[in-house]
């Protein structure tokens, strides 16, 4: 072949788009770290704002659902009008919206406030991707530039607890959401110099409709299961769980008749992108269900301060960046899909150990550790292998959507395990109380166990007492029927990923 009919080399990525790619890891941290903050500062903020059961958990996990609800609309007004324009609005947004959070005065208020959140958050998560998709037109670095970036979502999620125990331990619980104000000043400053411009050359039209059942979706379902689970079986609930299903049906039909869907489900159709997703959304529910739980046992059942269970928790970070760097070096050597299996089947060792969680933190911190680590290859790679499997007139649809299945496995296993566990709690605690504690207060430590420990501390030492222990061990009972349910989730992961396995070939599979 003659050096004229030679093809034509990807340029490379230079010094500037790595800076770019250092920028765009702001909003990558953060959108994550702002799932996982909250966790620490919950008992001082339950103590202040008093929610209820059903708004304890709206406030963990109404952020999740509105990023989860919006990724792919924003997605698609990136390539309309922008990704760089798009990220910027959104970290406009953010900061705007996390002063609002800090300053709330109520919990409807805080509910508020986050679920503004998690529409700027999502801004920022998919116009980073596609904008990093461009920067890095080279197929080698563009693989090691998503790793980079993921490893910085991970590592927000991971770091949040101990960010948050930092500042809570010098400030109020506000302080936890002021964080982000001079990250998005950063982003805002540096942005429009270092990163370009990117859009696509023929998006569609944004319809509405789709815009609006995509937000109904979750949060009618994710409410008829919170309010199942915390109030029992009643009608009205179920009536709104089935509501939500029969929405997400209607959206799902409206997809498949549009010229210019809102989310493209042909994607789907490609083993190499769906079967990542799906994976994705598991590791999502696994891993931000258990840490919600494990920030609270650090706390509220071992009784460390909000810096102490930060610390408690920093072994998690540092492992995962480690397998993350370890897995994403291995690529060359093995396939992608058998380091996701493996890493799923050792996690199970995680829950095992989560099981036997009692007074001593080492036990559940390992348990932390090992969960994590083995869920790390997956958050690692599936991105890349997501990116890389859609054709590249959709890869900003596929990051949206890859996107969306992170984030929404995140906010499911906060409101679905949160809210399993909120009631497991709940039973064992009617079945433990001791005598003498008032029906009033009964209902209200059967909601929380903040609203618990809040009430024993106003009874006499006699009542007191007893009741905070019999709270504590409620909590503790629910996680290990929290650990029993995550074992044969972990099982179909693995599962899942020895069909990657099967589906792809290894050209597919490998990060090009």
């Known amino acids: 072949m003659s050096a004229a009919e030679a093809p034509e080399l990807p340029v490379r990525a230079g010094a500037r788009e790595w800076a770019a790619l250092a920028v765009l890891g702001v909003p990558a941290v953060l959108v994550m770290m702002n799932m996982s903050v909250l966790y620490l500062a919950l008992p001082s903020l339950s103590a ?23 990724l792919v609309t924003m997605g698609t ?87 948050g125990g930092v500042l809570l331990h010098f400030s109020w619980w506000g302080a936890v959401f002021l964080l982000a104000v001079p ?23 944004l319809d509405a409709v789709s815009v609006v059942l995509s937000l109904l979706t979750p949060l009618a ?8 689970a ?84 920093l072994p998690t970070a540092v492992t995962g960046t480690v397998v993350a760097l370890v897995v994403s070096a291995l690529t060359d050597r093995i396939r992608p899909a058998v380091l996701m299996t493996a890493g799923a089947t050792l996690a199970v060792a995680g829950p095992v150990l989560l099981t036997q969680a009692d007074d001593n933190p080492f036990v559940l911190v390992c348990g932390s550790v090992a969960l994590f680590a083995g869920l790390t290859p997956f958050m690692a790679l599936g991105t890349s292998l997501v990116v890389d499997a859609a054709p590249s007139e959709r890869a900003g649809s596929a990051s ?7 984030e929404l496995g995140g906010a499911l296993g906060i409101a679905v395990m949160g809210s399993v566990a909120t009631g497991v709690y709940g039973g064992y605690l009617t079945d433990h109380l001791p005598p003498g504690v008032p029906p009033e207060v009964a209902r209200a430590a059967r909601e929380t166990l903040p609203a618990a420990l809040e009430a024993a501390r106003r009874l006499p030492e006699s009542i007191g007492v007893p009741l905070a222990e019999a709270a504590r061990e409620a909590f503790t009972h629910s996680l290990h029927v929290h650990a029993l ?28």
């Open 48 to 70: 202040e704002l008093r929610p209820g059961g059903a708004q304890l958990l709206w406030i963990t996990d109404i952020y999740g659902f509105m990023v989860a609800g919006a």
């Open 77 to 163: 007004l990136g390539d309309r009008l922008g990704h760089r324009r798009i990220l910027l609005i959104g970290a406009v947004l953010f900061a705007c919206a996390s002063v609002l959070a800090a300053c709330s005065t109520s919990a409807g208020m805080l509910i508020a406030a986050r679920a503004v959140q998690g529409i700027a958050a999502a801004c920022l998560a998919p116009s980073s991707l596609a904008l990093i998709r461009a920067l890095f037109p080279d197929s080698r670095q563009r693989t090691l530039a998503i790793t980079i970036w993921m490893m910085g979502f991970m590592g927000g999620g991971a770091l949040g607890p101990l960010v």
């Open 183 to 205: 990250a998005m000043a950063l982003l805002l400053v540096t942005g429009p110099f270092l990163i370009p411009e990117s859009r696509a050359t023929a998006a569609g039209r």
């Open 221 to 228: 379902i994710v409410f008829g299961i919170k309010d199942l």
């Open 230 to 313: 915390v109030h029992g079986f009643a009608l009205p609930s179920a009536g709104v769980l089935a509501a939500g299903l029969a929405i997400g049906t209607i959206f799902v039909r409206r997809q498949r008749r549009l010229a210019h869907p809102l989310l493209d489900l042909t994607l789907f159709r490609i083993p190499a992108f769906a079967v990542p997703i799906a994976g994705m959304a598991l590791v999502g529910i696994l891993l931000f269900g258990t840490s919600l739980l494990t920030s609270q046992y650090l706390q509220l059942v071992l009784g460390f301060s909000p810096l102490e269970a930060g610390l408690w928790q």
């Open 400 to 406: 949206a959507i890859s996107e969306t299945g992170t």
């Open 485 to 512: 349910i995550t074992i044969p989730l972990l099982a179909a992961l693995a599962l899942l990923t020895l069909t990657l396995r099967r589906t792809t070939s290894r050209s597919a599979e490998r990060t090009r």
